[in-house]
């Protein structure tokens, strides 16, 4: 199915501890410019607390995140190309680390 328009993503995003809300407000803020530079289909983008988010339970989530997508179709392909540029660089680190990754069994 093709995907055509703009549309807005939201992500909610719990911690683990309210102690980590500075250090993830941080990382949030270096992963935009990050974004920016990745996608070019990302209009906007903003991390808000719940409370600032109309509709939005403060249970539900410690933080929501909503970027404005443009040309999903062209966004959906730099996601893909991004994810698996990702995937490839960690077979390389852990290739050459000779790590064992492990996962948990269901």
């Known amino acids: 199915m093709a995907v055509a328009g703009d549309a807005t993503l939201l992500v909610w995003f719990s911690l683990r ?3 980590l809300a500075e250090e993830f407000e941080r990382l949030m803020s270096d992963d935009r ?3 920016r530079d990745s996608f070019d289909t990302v209009s906007g983008w903003r991390l808000t607390r719940p ?3 109309p509709g939005q339970s403060t249970e539900d989530a410690d933080y929501v995140l909503m970027a404005e997508i443009t040309e999903l179709n062209r966004w959906a392909q730099q996601a893909t190309e991004n994810i698996q540029r990702l995937a490839s660089a ?3 680190l852990v290739t050459a680390r000779k790590m064992l990754v492990v996962r948990a069994i269901p």
């Open 90 to 92: 960690l077979d390389h």
């Open 51 to 53: 409370i600032d988010t």
């Open 17 to 19: 501890s309210p102690e």
């Open 33 to 35: 410019d990050i974004v």
